[in-house]
Nanobody
Framework: QVQLVESGGGLVQAGGSLRLSCAASGRTFSRYAMGWFRQAPGKEREFVSAMWSGGTTYYADSVKGRFTFSRDNAKGTGYLQMNSLTPEDTAVYYC???????????????????WGQGTQVTVSS
């Protein structure tokens, strides 16, 4: 069982940056793949990024080059550094974890076993 807690959301102006954190409980955190998703009002949950337990990372085209996913297994924490934010990035951001992952399903929310409660990111124009 893994419990996830996100933090770091807030209000930022367009062009600004935020770093989200996802703190995980459990001694086996390093064995889990992780993902970041976001959900804007009235829209479906959208894939942002995924990281294999070994560190291989993938990004949605909409955030590639602006967002960076990293993890510190010793601290049991994942991070999403978000730069050059735009109002289109406004959403609730969720981190998620799963024991196994494939390229084919990395962007499928229902394939993730554990979820955090989400943190709001609002980008003003």
């Amino acid at each position: 069982q893994v419990q996830l807690v996100e933090s770091g959301g807030g209000l930022v102006q367009a062009g600004g940056s935020l770093r989200l954190s996802c703190a995980a409980s459990g001694r086996t955190f390093s064995r889990y793949a992780m993902g970041w998703f976001r959900q804007a009002p009235g829209k479906e949950r959208e894939f942002v990024s995924a990281m294999w337990s070994g560190g291989t990372t993938y990004y949605a085209d909409s955030v590639k080059g602006r967002f960076t996913f990293s993890r510190d297994n010793a601290k049991g924490t994942g991070y999403l550094q978000m730069n050059s934010l735009t109002p289109e990035d406004t959403a609730v951001y969720y981190c998620a974890a799963r024991r196994t992952i494939t390229i084919r399903t990395m962007n499928t929310a229902r394939e993730y076993e554990f979820w955090g409660q989400g943190t709001q990111v609002t980008v003003s124009s």
